[in-house]
């Protein structure tokens, strides 16, 4: 934990016209909650969805609904278009070499149990070694926990260092012949750390080892190239990119998704069903039984469009500044720890103030419109690292403003006020 002391306020910014332009493509940024406007600075859990996101799940519901994969009627083509459509918009998105390689799914945690169980239940044996981050979100512990209890694999903890970054001496030492799976996150949702997940693919290829990549809290910050990142499985959620609910990604290299077993059966994902046999059907439809998210898909295909046709670049600098404008502002607030300030981290402050539970900050951050997640984020194991119970946690989207994050600290002071707080 780095205590931040309190020292100068940064000067006021003002935020970029290009960014106020692009706020109004989401309606709901204009709300008030508590009677004040609303602070979104909650897009860890959630991001929101813009106009253009909308209308096409809206005409998709009025003129070309139905089931896909299964008519010859006009609709049912349309549909299977459209739903199609989007997972080559998806392919391109992440750098994937083929549609055959990216499975839809109910978003990261499907993805990542789809992994271990078709993948893990049937490489995985006593002796094995499953290296997981100590940063990981319960989404990337917990599937591979139940495998490990089932096939007798051992769970091996990559430590992370003070700052929040991933100590990579202590896995280039905890990599062996034993290791056969390595699990990390791209982006920490509670802390904000970017790994080096291309160096930890290099080094997990010359050990022969299957990466697993949970990639929730990158995809809405910067372009994914899944082939330059050299990774076997890449995972993300459609409402963390401005996309919709109900909708994921499971990226899996081809040659490893052609030997897997199904993790669910039923319609859709079979050649031919006999009570004495069943053939498969070909990738990637073999992992996507019974009706999938229709809608959900096609609005995540308007996800991308949306993002490709934004200057991301821009987008990423913006974050930058709001993140480093936001890291100067909180240091104003008494009693206040920044929880996780690796280098090159993305757009998140997770904090604690001294002598005041996250949840009371979060309640009284609610009451003035301003809306950030307090708790464990679904990382306890972030939590008993640092020995803490809980953070509250900011975290911004390109679309936030210098105003929001005024309005994020004198909120937070309110909070100080109240709990007499002092350094
Ligand atoms: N992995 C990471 C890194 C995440 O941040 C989340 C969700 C998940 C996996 C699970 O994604 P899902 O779409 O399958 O639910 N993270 C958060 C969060 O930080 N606050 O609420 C949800």
């Keep these: 934990m780095d205590t931040v002391s309190k020292d100068t306020i940064s000067q006021k910014r003002e935020t970029p016209g290009r960014i106020l332009e692009i706020r109004r493509d989401f309606p709901i940024l204009n709300r008030q909650v508590q009677d004040k406007p609303l602070v979104y600075l909650d897009n860890g859990a959630s991001t929101q969805m813009p106009k253009q996101v909308m209308d096409t799940i809206n005409a998709y519901h009025e003129f070309h609904h139905s089931n896909v994969h299964r008519g010859v009627h006009q609709l049912s083509q349309e549909a299977t278009e459209l739903y199609e459509g989007a997972r080559e918009k998806l392919r391109a ?12 799914t109910s978003g990261t945690t499907e993805s990542i149990n789809l992994v ?35 096939t007798g694999a051992e769970i ?34 509670a802390l904000g750390t970017v790994n080096p997940v291309k160096e930890i693919a290099k080094m997990c290829r010359d050990y022969g080892v299957i990466t697993v990549i949970d990639g929730a809290q990158a995809v809405g ?12 499985f890449y ?19 081809e ?5 897997m077993e199904p993790f669910m059966g039923g319609g859709d994902m079979i050649l031919s069903v006999s009570f004495e046999k069943i053939i498969w059907n070909e990738l990637p439809y073999k992992f996507e039984a019974g009706t999938p998210p229709i809608a959900q898909a096609i609005g995540l295909g308007a996800a991308v469009d949306y993002l490709n046709s934004l200057d991301r670049e821009f987008l990423e600098s913006y974050e930058n500044d709001l993140l480093e404008y936001a890291t100067e502002k909180l240091k104003s607030v008494s009693g206040l720890k920044l929880v996780g300030t690796a280098p090159g981290k993305i757009s998140l402050n997770s904090f604690v103030i001294e002598g005041v539970h996250p949840h009371d900050i979060g309640t009284i951050l609610d009451g003035e419109g301003v809306a950030v997640r307090t708790g464990q984020h679904c990382a306890e194991p972030v939590m008993d690292r640092f020995g803490i119970p809980a953070t509250t946690r900011a975290s911004m989207a390109f679309y936030n403003t210098f105003e929001e ?6 909120a ?11 350094d």
Excluded: Q
């Design 93 to 104: 998105f992440i750098g994937a070499a083929s549609t055959k390689e990216v499975v839809y």
């Design 116 to 150: 271990a169980n078709s993948y893990g239940l049937a490489n995985l044996k006593k002796g094995d070694k499953i290296l997981i981050s100590n940063m990981e979100h319960h989404a990337n512990i917990v599937p591979w926990y139940m495998i490990a209890k089932k």
């Design 156 to 189: 091996v903890v990559i430590p992370i260092l003070d700052d929040g970054s991933l100590d990579m001496d202590a896995l280039s030492e905890l990599m062996d012949n034993n290791v056969r799976i390595l699990c990390v996150n791209h982006v920490s949702n």
């Design 221 to 232: 910050h910067f372009p994914i190239d899944v082939v330059d990142l050299g990774v076997d």
């Design 235 to 253: 995972a993300f959620s459609g409402h963390k990119m401005h996309g919709p609910t109900g909708v994921g990604v499971l990226y899996g290299r």
């Design 255 to 259: 040659e490893l998704l052609a030997k």
């Design 405 to 410: 994050i005024d309005a994020l600290t004198d």
């Design 412 to 422: 937070l002071l309110k909070v100080t006020e109240l709990f007499d707080v002092t």
